[in-house]
């Protein structure tokens, strides 16, 4: 994957124009980038993301609070870290292609960086507290709205996709099967291939960058497979 350096297009992909670029390149500079330049033209994007994560909480408390008038602090508290959490933050990273417009040092682009969830969802919180500080909370938040907090029930079973799967098979008295049907690309950027089954409910296909990855996306796909043929469940927390 190479790098895209054309952030007229990314500002149109985010719907927010900055008044100050500068702080866009800034939240998109991974440390390993800012490292290599060794110059302070090239500033990491730590600080931006400290900011973004304050912001992305405080914006997805007020959310759950409000939108859940009975639900208890403790399904509040799980609610917000499926939202909040990694590998949910990564998967709507990449539904805007941020990864594509991180600046990684050679080593880290080499060594399968661009896809690593953690970069990408650390430059998404930095890309949060970038519009904070560009154009204020309001941009902040319907940008958090529009790209994080949108299709909350599908994050919701995708990041419990596993224990929500695992009940719903045992519920037939079946248990999941995970199996690894291959695997491709260079030791830095490897993608694994994953089947899951459980008798005749399902067999579906997975795909990411680590098995663990690469199964949650499988168990995903199944949930997305009973919910179609008419399966009844309900993500943690609700």
Do not use: W
Request: aromatic fraction near 8%; charge should be negative.
């Amino acid at each position: 994957m190479k790098h895209n350096t054309d952030l007229d297009g990314f500002q149109k992909i985010i719907q927010y124009q900055f008044n100050n670029i500068g702080l866009l390149k800034n939240a998109l500079t991974h440390s390993s980038y800012a490292n290599e330049k060794k110059t302070g033209n090239y500033k990491d994007n730590e600080r931006l993301e400290f900011l973004g994560d304050a912001v992305l909480e405080l914006t997805s408390s007020e959310f759950i609070y409000t939108g859940n008038p009975d639900m208890n602090e403790g399904k509040m508290t799980r609610l917000r870290a499926s939202i909040v959490c990694e590998p949910t933050l990564a998967m709507c990273a990449r539904q805007i292609h941020l990864q594509e417009y991180i600046m990684l040092g050679k080593g880290e682009d080499l060594t399968g960086g661009r896809t690593r969830d953690s970069i990408i969802s650390d430059a998404l919180e930095a890309l949060i507290g970038a519009i904070y500080l560009d154009g204020g909370f309001a941009n902040a938040k319907e940008f958090i709205h529009r790209f994080v907090l949108n299709d909350l029930e599908n994050k919701q079973l995708f990041y419990d996709s596993k224990t929500i799967l695992q009940e719903v098979v045992q519920a037939h008295g079946l248990e999941v099967e995970y199996e690894l049907t291959g695997e491709e690309g260079p030791e830095h950027d490897k993608k694994f291939h994953v089947i899951a089954k459980a008798g005749d409910l399902f067999v579906v296909k997975g795909t990411g960058h680590t098995k663990k990855a690469a199964q949650q996306q499988a168990a995903y796909n199944a949930l997305l497979h009973l919910k179609k043929n008419g399966t009844q469940f309900m993500p943690k927390g609700k």
